[in-house]
């Protein structure tokens, strides 16, 4: 008789994240990367403009940071893959129904690609289970879609730097750390439900 215990439902595994509850297939898996494609496509639309800045305020950052969390790695960095790749085809998906890649506010959709893969390590590491883990995982996250953002900003506009961060991450510091408060809402809690 064997003495080794049973995983839990969730919670125990090493390397879980939120779609790894599903029922594991390629059939789940390519589901989950166009159904986050599709979600930060739809994110996109709440566009708001800024006053002085080619960058609109959107729900795009907080998708693709949500889509990297629950997703993981691999299936956030795809989901993210197949938002810019559409969109960079034509689809008009990009903030306030934009596409392609003249749009100065490109930048922070690469960015947007990698902070998805670096949030998706971090929840595989159990970064997205509390509320104080979280927070740090998603200012990460907008640190780094910043990062790439604003310089493509400043490339693509002839803006000098400061003229770019005055643009392109000023206007939304407030908007993220509203983000990262609901996300700090959102992802603790859903893993504590399902815990249950």
Known sequence: MS?????????????????????????????????????????????LPVPGSPVPVTGQTFAALLVGTALGTRRGFLSLAVYALVGMAGVPWFAGGGSGTAAPSFGYILGMLLAATVVGALARRGADRSVLRTAGTMLLGEAIIYAIGV??????????ASAAI?????????????KAALAMGVLPTAWKFLNR
């Open 3 to 47: 003495t080794a215990a049973a995983p839990t439902r969730t919670g125990t595994r090493p390397g879980e994240v939120l779609a790894d509850l599903l029922p594991a297939s390629r059939v789940r898996d390519t589901a989950l990367v166009l159904g986050g494609a599709a979600l930060t496509g739809l994110a996109a639309q709440i566009s």
């Open 151 to 160: 310089p493509y900003l400043a490339l693509a506009t002839g803006m000098s």
């Open 166 to 178: 005055a643009a392109g991450l000023t206007p939304f510091l407030i908007g993220d750390a509203l």
